[in-house]
């Protein structure tokens, strides 16, 4: 009786301090965000005033809100192109045979390098990098007499998004070839066998073989790469800070920059509560998906 | 026998150090400041122990972040209600912000009520006053010079302008002689507002200036005078002919001011704080420098002879549970003894009376102080003197002035509309 009772409720047991760290730092924070947002106020004048829902009214007015949520749009688009599908075909070619074992090890390496990189240094680096006049790319762009396709890439409204987000494509495509590379190694080979003794040429395997063995991981994959493109902050603020002009201004840096800059933190915890309810409508896509399966 | 006592003595001493330490409960004050850079630690770190060891009953726990991040940092610590006992402040609307909200300890006892006052000028004391009551102390007075490479002028036939005029002038000539005139670095577009500050208050009366940005002017007529379009216009004007360097909105301050001290550049905007960042051996500094302020604008409704510039200082949080301490820190760091030492190792300039003399002042930084007491007042520095949100919508416009992507009548429009909510909103 007793022995049975104890096993019903072991797991419980189990899962209470994980449960209650959840609660006391997820959970209620996110619930207590929203009613933050229903206040004007700001972290130096500490009085609440009610408002209601004008927050978001304010917000849904805000050009630079919707600036902000089109460049996530834009971010999670292009970390698709690459971190998904450019890295999915790296993979297969690196793990197909047509290269030896060393170069695929050198090759692996070399990708996977940038992503063990911090992001400021990142950031930093690719700052120089980009540098009109003395940066590394208008330098090519000079010597090879290609000085028409310079830009000021960090400094004009219409390049600093692409590039903001391409440096997050060198840094963490690597990351996806090595995490793919493994799942399509665990692909049995007598597949394989199977359809090149059908006479099936590489390109042939790869979406008969290779995209279907690797559907799960992709779909993972592509939810934690969309996950990452609306929660991104970092490499945004140590490169550009959103600017110029809020050109480069993704929902994060809207919310910082309104909360410890701006002073508006009511208005900066509705945007917050926009962040978790497009994060957490993205999370029930994925659950859906994968209860298809 | 001598052993004994000796031993009597080293017991005794001990026992007298053990009892001291109970006797007087530790204090521990929390002090923030934006002045990481070794060069300004080499004076905060020494005066932080020499404090300690004439007051052994305070401990002070320094702490120390850059500029730019120092404005989200303190924010951060006063929503967290972490606010450190002594704070650095800007003055103008960045330390009303503290006073206005209650974050800030009203200093105006202790200042006045003694002779702490013989310490400072005046002048450096009213920006960080906010309805009648002192609420910070000023440790280094700070204002903007044009910095000019010597050779660079003198090989292209420039002397100093003495217009506005003139200035654009030599900006045409030196870019025909293949210069690029003025390094400029507007990332970070507090260095625009710089520019935009001084032209407001060359173009803009002052009293209309001052009531715009606290907010004051009548709703109507706010933001409504057409010096601040004209100072946007200029501002815009000096890009597109050609007088900053390319990709400004690219590049850092540090990054632009690199270039102007490698002698790239024949000017730039600078503090005179940045003074000591011209060392003897850099190319600019073999070249030889000056500096002049920006040049009066014929015909601006403003005052000429402001110059835009604030004291920075230090305030004491309202909360603090050891306000005592606190002032005696402060009154401390703002003698002229400590003062002498910060002008000397920072080669930055204090507000403290007596504290920069030839003995540990460049020639330079003793000009500026001249520049500054020959002023007819300061300008505060734009982005710290306007409501934090109004001036984020004139950054940003900033950014986009020199993109050309946007017109100094939209900016103006968009700027007047947020201080006008913001206005609504403080019940003014």
């Given at each position: 009786?007793k022995?049975?009772l104890?096993?019903?409720?072991?797991?419980?047991?189990?899962?209470?301090?994980?449960?209650?760290?959840l609660?006391?730092?997820v959970?209620?924070?996110?619930?207590?965000?929203?009613?933050?947002?229903?206040?004007?106020?700001?972290?130096?004048?500490t009085?609440?005033?009610?408002?209601?829902?004008?927050?978001y009214?304010?917000?849904f007015a805000?050009?630079v809100?919707?600036?902000?949520?089109?460049?996530n749009?834009?971010?999670?688009?292009i970390?698709?192109?690459?971190q998904?599908?450019?890295?999915?075909v790296?993979?297969?070619?690196?793990?197909g045979?047509?290269?030896?074992?060393?170069?695929?090890?050198?090759f692996?390496?070399?990708?996977?390098?940038?992503?063990i990189?911090?992001?400021?240094?990142?950031?930093?680096?690719?700052?120089?990098?980009?540098?009109?006049?003395?940066?590394?790319?208008?330098?090519?762009?000079?010597?090879?007499?290609?000085?028409?396709?310079?830009?000021?890439?960090?400094?004009?409204?219409?390049?600093?998004?692409?590039s903001?987000?391409?440096?997050?494509?060198?840094?963490?495509?690597?990351?996806?070839?090595?995490?793919?590379?493994?799942?399509?190694?665990?692909?049995?080979?007598?597949?394989?066998?199977?359809?090149?003794?059908?006479?099936?040429?590489?390109?042939?395997?790869f979406?008969?073989?290779t995209?279907?063995?690797?559907?799960?991981?992709?779909?993972?994959?592509?939810?934690?790469?969309?996950?990452?493109?609306?929660?991104?902050?970092?490499?945004?603020?140590?490169?550009?800070?959103?600017?110029?002009n809020?050109?480069?201004?993704?929902?994060?840096?809207h919310?910082?920059?309104?909360?410890?800059r701006?002073?508006?933190?009511?208005?900066?915890?509705?945007?917050?509560?926009?962040?978790f309810?497009?994060?957490?409508?993205?999370?029930a896509?994925?659950?859906?998906?994968?209860?298809?399966? | 026998?001598k052993?004994?006592?000796l031993?009597?003595?080293?017991?005794?001493?001990?026992?007298?150090?053990?009892?001291?330490?109970?006797?007087?409960?530790?204090?521990?004050?929390?002090?923030?400041?934006?002045?990481?850079?070794?060069?300004?630690m080499?004076?905060?770190?020494?005066?932080?122990?020499e404090?300690?060891?004439?007051?052994?009953?305070?401990?002070?726990?320094m702490?120390?972040?850059?500029?730019?991040?120092?404005k989200?940092?303190?924010?951060?610590l006063?929503?967290?209600?972490?606010?450190?006992?002594?704070?650095?402040?800007?003055?103008?609307?960045?330390?009303?912000?503290?006073s206005?909200?209650?974050?800030?300890?009203?200093?105006?006892?202790?200042?006045?009520g003694?002779?702490?006052?013989?310490?400072?000028?005046?002048?450096?004391?009213?920006?960080?006053?906010?309805?009648?009551?002192?609420?910070?102390?000023?440790?280094n007075?700070?204002?903007k010079f044009?910095?000019?490479?010597?050779?660079?002028?003198?090989?292209?036939?420039?002397?100093?302008?003495?217009?506005?005029?003139?200035?654009?002038?030599?900006?045409?000539?030196?870019?025909?002689?293949?210069?690029?005139?003025?390094?400029?670095?507007?990332?970070?577009p507090?260095?625009a507002s710089?520019y935009?500050?001084?032209?407001n208050?060359?173009?803009v009366?002052?009293?209309?200036?001052?009531?715009d940005?606290?907010?004051t002017?009548?709703?109507?007529t706010?933001?409504?005078?057409?010096?601040?379009?004209?100072?946007?216009?200029?501002?815009?004007?000096?890009?597109?002919?050609?007088?900053?360097?390319?990709?400004?909105?690219?590049?850092?301050?540090?990054?632009?001011?690199?270039?102007?001290?490698?002698?790239?550049?024949?000017?730039?905007y600078m503090?005179?704080?940045?003074?000591?960042q011209?060392?003897?051996?850099?190319?600019?500094?073999?070249?030889?420098?000056?500096?002049?302020?920006?040049?009066?604008?014929?015909?601006?409704?403003?005052d000429p002879?402001?110059?835009?510039g604030?004291?920075?200082?230090?305030?004491?949080?309202?909360?603090?549970?050891?306000?005592?301490?606190a002032?005696?820190?402060?009154?401390?760091?703002t003698?002229?003894?400590q003062?002498?030492?910060?002008?000397?190792?920072?080669?930055?300039?204090?507000?403290?009376?007596?504290?920069?003399?030839?003995d540990n002042?460049?020639?330079?930084?003793?000009?500026?102080?001249?520049a500054?007491?020959?002023?007819?007042?300061?300008?505060?520095?734009?982005?710290?003197?306007?409501?934090?949100?109004?001036?984020?919508?004139?950054?940003?416009?900033?950014q986009?002035?020199?993109?050309?992507?946007?017109?100094?009548?939209a900016?103006?429009?968009?700027?007047?509309?947020?201080?006008?909510?913001?206005?609504?909103?403080?019940?003014?």
């Amino acid at each position: 009786m007793k022995a049975s009772l104890l096993s019903r409720y072991a797991p419980y047991l189990f899962l209470f301090p994980s449960l209650l760290l959840l609660v006391a730092f997820v959970y209620a924070p996110a619930l207590e965000n929203m009613v933050y947002s229903l206040f004007s106020w700001s972290s130096v004048r500490t009085e609440q005033r009610f408002v209601g829902l004008d927050n978001y009214r304010e917000l849904f007015a805000n050009p630079v809100f919707w600036r902000a949520l089109v460049n996530n749009v834009l971010y999670a688009v292009i970390s698709i192109m690459f971190q998904v599908i450019v890295a999915l075909v790296i993979a297969a070619v690196l793990v197909g045979g047509i290269i030896g074992p060393r170069q695929r090890t050198l090759f692996r390496t070399a990708f996977f390098l940038p992503s063990i990189l911090p992001v400021t240094v990142v950031g930093l680096l690719w700052q120089l990098i980009y540098q009109p006049t003395i940066g590394l790319i208008d330098q090519v762009l000079y010597s090879t007499g290609l000085q028409g396709l310079s830009h000021v890439w960090l400094g004009e409204e219409a390049t600093v998004m692409i590039s903001v987000i391409m440096v997050s494509q060198w840094q963490w495509t690597g990351y996806m070839i090595v995490l793919f590379m493994v799942s399509i190694q665990a692909i049995p080979d007598d597949l394989y066998e199977a359809l090149k003794m059908e006479g099936a040429n590489r390109i042939q395997q790869f979406f008969h073989i290779t995209v279907p063995g690797v559907r799960e991981s992709t779909l993972i994959l592509a939810i934690i790469t969309i996950f990452g493109a609306f929660k991104v902050f970092d490499i945004v603020w140590v490169m550009t800070a959103g600017g110029p002009n809020n050109a480069s201004e993704v929902l994060g840096t809207h919310m910082y920059r309104s909360a410890f800059r701006n002073d508006v933190s009511g208005y900066a915890a509705a945007v917050a509560t926009v962040i978790f309810l497009i994060t957490l409508a993205i999370g029930a896509v994925q659950i859906r998906l994968q209860r298809q399966d | 026998m001598k052993y004994s006592r000796l031993a009597g003595l080293l017991i005794g001493t001990a026992a007298a150090f053990g009892f001291s330490g109970a006797a007087f409960a530790e204090v521990t004050l929390s002090f923030l400041h934006k002045w990481p850079e070794p060069e300004n630690m080499a004076y905060f770190e020494p005066a932080v122990a020499e404090f300690e060891a004439a007051n052994p009953d305070i401990k002070i726990k320094m702490e120390a972040v850059a500029d730019e991040p120092y404005k989200d940092k303190i924010r951060v610590l006063m929503g967290s209600n972490e606010v450190p006992d002594v704070f650095f402040s800007w003055s103008g609307e960045f330390g009303k912000n503290f006073s206005r909200n209650g974050r800030a300890l009203d200093i105006t006892d202790a200042v006045y009520g003694g002779d702490w006052k013989a310490s400072f000028p005046e002048a450096a004391l009213e920006p960080f006053k906010y309805e009648g009551k002192l609420y910070g102390v000023p440790i280094n007075v700070d204002a903007k010079f044009m910095l000019y490479n010597k050779k660079l002028f003198a090989d292209n036939g420039i002397g100093v302008p003495a217009t506005y005029e003139d200035f654009v002038a030599a900006c045409h000539k030196l870019k025909d002689a293949g210069i690029e005139p003025i390094a400029f670095g507007n990332q970070y577009p507090w260095a625009a507002s710089h520019y935009i500050g001084e032209l407001n208050a060359k173009l803009v009366p002052n009293e209309v200036r001052l009531d715009d940005y606290n907010l004051t002017s009548p709703a109507d007529t706010l933001y409504t005078h057409p010096g601040y379009t004209q100072a946007l216009a200029d501002f815009q004007k000096l890009n597109d002919d050609g007088c900053f360097n390319r990709g400004s909105n690219a590049l850092t301050h540090s990054i632009a001011r690199g270039s102007f001290l490698a002698g790239r550049n024949a000017m730039m905007y600078m503090e005179l704080v940045e003074f000591n960042q011209v060392t003897a051996d850099s190319q600019l500094g073999q070249d030889g420098w000056g500096f002049f302020p920006l040049p009066p604008i014929s015909g601006g409704a403003g005052d000429p002879g402001l110059l835009t510039g604030a004291p920075d200082g230090f305030m004491i949080s309202a909360a603090t549970e050891h306000p005592d301490e606190a002032i005696r820190f402060l009154k401390f760091l703002t003698s002229a003894e400590q003062a002498q030492k910060y002008v000397k190792i920072t080669g930055m300039t204090s507000s403290v009376n007596g504290s920069v003399t030839p003995d540990n002042a460049s020639e330079q930084a003793i000009e500026g102080l001249k520049a500054i007491d020959a002023a007819s007042g300061l300008a505060l520095w734009l982005d710290t003197d306007m409501d934090a949100r109004s001036t984020e919508v004139l950054l940003a416009g900033s950014q986009a002035l020199l993109n050309g992507t946007d017109t100094p009548d939209a900016i103006m429009a968009r700027v007047r509309e947020t201080a006008l909510a913001v206005q609504k909103e403080r019940g003014n």
